[in-house]
Nanobody, 120 residues
Framework: QVQLEESGGGLVQPGGSLRLSCIASGSIFRFNVLGWYRQAPGKQREVVATIITGHNTNYADSVKGRFTISADNAKNTVYLQMNSLKPEDTAVYYC??????????????WGQGTRVTVSS
């Protein structure tokens, strides 16, 4: 069992920046899909950014050019750098680590979420 702990959320003004961190209790090396999702009030959870190890990173159109996902295997940590934040980025952000082989998910872990509020 892997525990995920997110941090870095908070209140920020429009145009500001935040960096979210997701620290895993064990090695993240075994996971091949690392991602950040968000859920705004009254809306469904949506994907923000993912890393598919050995392949590429993917971003939601709404955050392209503003957000950057990265991972540090040595620190068992996944980051989400968020720049030029907008009020519509307000949401609870969740870290997700998964292992997917031949289309089958064998591991799927979620953090408890960290709240981001963008407001003046």
């Amino acid at each position: 069992q892997v525990q995920l702990e997110e941090s870095g959320g908070g209140l920020v003004q429009p145009g500001g920046s935040l960096r979210l961190s997701c620290i895993a209790s064990g090695s993240i090396f075994r996971f091949n899909v690392l991602g950040w999702y968000r859920q705004a009030p009254g809306k469904q959870r949506e994907v923000v950014a993912t890393i598919i190890t050995g392949h590429n990173t993917n971003y939601a159109d709404s955050v392209k050019g503003r957000f950057t996902i990265s991972a540090d295997n040595a620190k068992n940590t996944v980051y989400l750098q968020m720049n030029s934040l907008k009020p519509e980025d307000t949401a609870v952000y969740y870290c997700n680590l998964r292992t997917v082989r031949m289309g089958v998910t064998t591991d799927d872990y979620w953090g408890q979420g960290t709240r981001v509020t963008v407001s003046s």
